[in-house]
């Protein structure tokens, strides 16, 4: 027998098709978002897993959330990474706090005021307890905070764990293709153009990191970012040595699951300069020194990586009024912003209303004449 449609009947909207651009963790975390509310997924990426994913420090804090909207963004995703982890029990992700000092103590002190104001746990620790929390501190600092609440995660395992689970839901992966341009019919972005095809979508998100400046200039924006450059080195997997981040002055370090010890001059990594060698070296022999039983380490490789960062430090995030079917999502932080980005962008490409946690992180605040967020630590 056959059923005819009761035009009266209320219709069920489409599955809205998405192409997200990149596949490091920002755009994993989008598309396992996405393909989660029942968005038709498509991924086009060069590289699984991305190309600064890989190379980044994986620190998840608040640490660097001035102004305090700011924090408050970075601490809510901190949350989000919680709850991800219930979602996916496999995510490699370590809750070890983070040993501080890496500001003058004066700065320090107003750092922990502030951040402690806004309810950040940070504690005061002089020396005995540093050398507790980290017993293989050869100059354990006279005064420190500890972040009790800060941890890290593999950002290469994480976003391939959000990525084989998006499939599993139904999203489509297009591995080592690139993107040459948008496509745009009517004012509106409608698609991404390849080498191969052309593939259209009721939405595009570009989170392809530094390969975005290029990407969006296709459609005549101009991305305001650079995408400086950072050296991690990696040590050999060793028995352990660290039992959280240390960040201290010139040297942030952290031991990864697997066992090696990473570290940069800060969490951006270092600049390579003429000699990245050389630098690596430099930075091995530094780590090395820092730590009681460190001689045993052995330099594995380093890794250079180019953050994606807005000229004012901060994110952008959110469609693009000049473009309309494009959503931007673009950031250094990305790793502690993941799980948060993924869950407001899929609620506003799904949902279609704007999410106000994400006003001042659009890209229409570099307009001619619009304020500019202030960007600092303490």
Not at 212 to 227: F, H, N, W
Not at 234 to 261: C, F, Y
Not at 284 to 306: C, D, I, P, Q
């Amino acid at each position: 027998m056959l059923h005819l449609l009761d035009s009266a009947a209320p219709q069920v909207p489409a599955s809205p098709t998405v192409i997200v651009i990149g596949a490091g963790i920002i755009g994993a975390s989008i598309a396992w978002h996405l393909a989660r509310r029942g968005a038709a997924v498509t991924v086009v990426a060069t590289r699984t897993g991305g190309e600064a994913t890989p190379n980044s420090f994986a620190w998840i804090n608040a640490s660097w959330g001035n102004p305090e909207f700011y924090y408050r963004l970075r601490l809510r995703s901190m949350r989000e990474w919680a709850r991800l982890a219930e979602d996916l029990p496999a995510l490699p992700l370590q809750w070890s706090g983070g040993l501080c000092w890496d500001l003058p103590v004066g700065q320090l002190e107003a750092y922990a005021v502030e951040h402690g104001g806004w309810g950040y746990d940070l504690r005061p620790v002089d020396r005995a307890k540093s050398l507790t929390i980290e017993p293989n501190l050869a100059e354990p600092p006279e005064f420190a905070l500890f972040a009790a609440e800060e941890g890290a995660v593999e950002p290469v395992a994480a976003a391939k764990l959000m990525l084989g689970d998006a499939f599993r839901l139904g999203a489509t992966l297009l591995p080592d293709v690139v993107v040459e341009g948008l496509v745009e019919e009517s004012g509106r972005i409608v698609g991404v153009r390849t080498s191969d095809a052309t593939l259209r979508a009721d939405h595009v998100v570009l989170a392809a990191g530094s390969g975005s400046l290029a990407i969006a200039a296709t459609a005549g924006l101009d991305l305001p970012m650079s995408s400086p450059p950072g050296l991690i080195v990696h040590s050999r997997p060793h028995a352990k040595i660290l039992n959280g981040l240390v960040i201290a002055p010139h040297l942030h370090m952290r031991q990864t699951s697997e066992g090696r010890v990473i570290a940069g001059s800060d969490f951006g990594g270092s600049d390579p300069g003429a000699d990245p060698q050389g630098v690596a070296d430099d930075l091995f022999s530094a780590m090395k020194a820092m730590l009681r039983n460190g001689g045993g380490l052995e330099l594995e490789t380093f890794t250079v990586g180019h953050r994606p960062t807005p000229v004012d430090g901060f994110p952008i995030i959110g469609a693009v009024d000049q473009a309309p079917g494009l959503y931007l999502a673009v950031m250094h932080s990305g790793v502690t912003l993941a799980p948060l980005v993924g869950l407001l962008a899929a609620n506003e490409i799904i949902g279609g209303t704007p999410d106000a946690s994400l006003a001042p992180l659009r890209f229409s605040r570099f307009a001619s004449g619009n304020a500019r967020l202030t960007h600092g630590r303490a």
